[in-house]
């Protein structure tokens, strides 16, 4: 653990501006005041914690990550409860998988219980930007930086540590989305960095986002890169499809999937409440199949950000997969409640993933 040395802003945003931005945020568009940051350096290890007004960044034009990408982040939120108090969700997990990245991009790895620290000290002195209606929070966006300056293809040996935060509504809208299947581009291969939380695994996905886009789809979903066949994951977000027996099947994790905290919430919340989750491999054309035979009932997207989006409909050159009538079904709206309902403090937290913050 570091001390913070608090440096608050001098240009607070104003109350009254604050409460507008608050009252319908926009995702990923309004900032809070302060920003955490923690430099590390070889040898000198992690030190210069501090809370400060947030403001941009000034690097190198040689920082190594402008030219070899290392960099990694995480996607977290803070509520404000059911009791007042503000607490953020399951963050030792956010921690871990950070952790996690760190160590498979060669970068330093930051000690599980600073990132926490860090956190709460933003969140503590930017409380008054946790917003309190239906479906608000506060976005949190830890992330690091390689920012040695050098011109060489090796691991860093300088790094910044950040956290910003952002209030934020649905990330979606309330209706069901629809989702192209990309068959060109692919996410991840065994032995890459899908299971690394990196810039670059999203860089690669944009184009076939656009793609989606393109096809009047919301979010694209790709497939395995060895055979095109098997279902992985979205553009930034985990799946999961119902089956008319009641059993869920989510793709496994293996190397090419990231390890959602909100897929693992949702497969223990499942468990809870008398839902099958299995494991296994998911082949597009039997979701295609089962969509209109009705062996496939629903799917849904999971991810910190959407938290759970019904799937209306997959779209591909061939055609089209329509999940029941293509509206939210009642089981993604189930569990979708079931899991707000922890993180807001309107139903027991039964596995103690709530962390207070204030």
Not at 84 to 92: L, Q, V, Y
């Amino acid at each position: 653990m570091l001390t913070f040395s608090i440096e608050k802003t001098d240009t607070p945003t104003d109350a009254k501006k604050r409460a507008e931005w608050l009252a319908n945020p926009v995702f990923g568009r309004i900032f809070t005041d302060h920003m955490a940051i923690i430099r590390y350096s070889e040898g000198k290890g992690w030190h210069d914690a501090k809370i400060t007004a947030r403001k941009p960044l000034s690097i190198d034009p040689a920082s190594t990550v402008l030219h070899y990408g290392q960099e990694i982040f995480e996607g977290m939120k803070a509520y404000r409860g059911a009791d007042g108090h503000i607490k953020s969700f399951r963050p030792e997990a956010n921690a871990e998988r950070f952790a996690a990245s760190a160590r498979r991009m060669g970068m330093a790895v930051l000690p599980e219980d600073l990132f926490v620290q860090a956190v709460d000290e933003l969140v503590r002195i930017d409380q008054d930007w946790v917003p309190s209606g239906e479906g608000q929070s506060l976005y949190l966006r830890p992330f690091m930086i390689s920012n040695e300056v050098f011109l060489g293809v090796k691991p860093s040996t300088e790094y910044l540590f950040i956290v910003i935060g952002c209030p934020v509504g649905a990330y979606f809208g309330s209706g069901a989305v629809s989702v192209w299947v990309s068959e060109f581009f692919t996410r991840a291969a065994i032995g890459g960095t899908g299971e690394a939380k990196c810039g670059g695994n999203y860089a690669g996905s944009l184009v076939a986002q656009a793609e989606a886009k393109e096809k009047g789809c919301d979010q694209v979903l790709f497939l395995d890169a060895r055979e095109r066949r098997y279902v992985e994951e979205m553009g930034g977000m985990n799946i999961m499809f119902v089956r008319n027996d009641g059993k869920i099947v989510t793709p496994p994790l293996g190397g090419t999937i990231l390890r959602g905290i909100t897929r693992n919430s949702i497969i223990r919340l499942a468990a809870d409440n008398g839902i099958e989750v299995l494991e296994e491999p998911v082949d597009i054309e039997e979701v295609f199949s089962g969509a209109a035979s009705g062996k496939y009932t629903e799917a849904f997207a999971c991810g910190t950000a959407a938290v759970l989006s019904p799937i209306g409909k997959l779209r591909r050159p061939s055609g089209e997969a329509v999940f029941g009538n293509g509206e939210p079904g009642p089981i993604a709206i189930k569990l979708k409640k079931i899991l707000t309902d922890v993180q807001s403090g309107r139903a027991p937290d039964k596995h103690s993933w709530l962390h207070d913050i204030v």
